[in-house]
């Protein structure tokens, strides 16, 4: 699944977090915010963990095909 870029900005925003802390508190690779910014796909169980992180689900996070 391919990450609006904007959608999680906005969403780190709101919870007054920065793209960094999200994927900190998400447990994932710091590198996966250089792949999210490429438009590179993530696997769903990485998705599901920042969702978590951020406090929304899944598809509040992904580009609309």
């Given at each position: 699944?391919?990450?609006?870029?904007?959608?999680?900005?906005?969403?780190?925003?709101?919870?007054?977090?920065?793209?960094?802390?999200?994927?900190?508190?998400?447990?994932?690779?710091?590198?996966?915010?250089?792949?999210?910014?490429?438009?590179?796909?993530?696997q769903?169980?990485?998705?599901a963990?920042?969702?978590?992180?951020?406090?929304?689900?899944?598809?509040?996070?992904?580009?609309m095909?």
């Open positions: 699944m391919q990450v609006d870029v904007n959608k999680l900005f906005l969403r780190c925003a709101e919870l007054e977090m920065t793209e960094s802390e999200a994927l900190a508190k998400a447990g994932v690779s710091p590198d996966l915010l250089s792949r999210i910014r490429k438009g590179s796909r993530i769903a169980p990485t998705l963990k920042l969702a978590k992180a951020l406090k929304c689900r899944p598809i509040d996070l992904v580009v095909e």
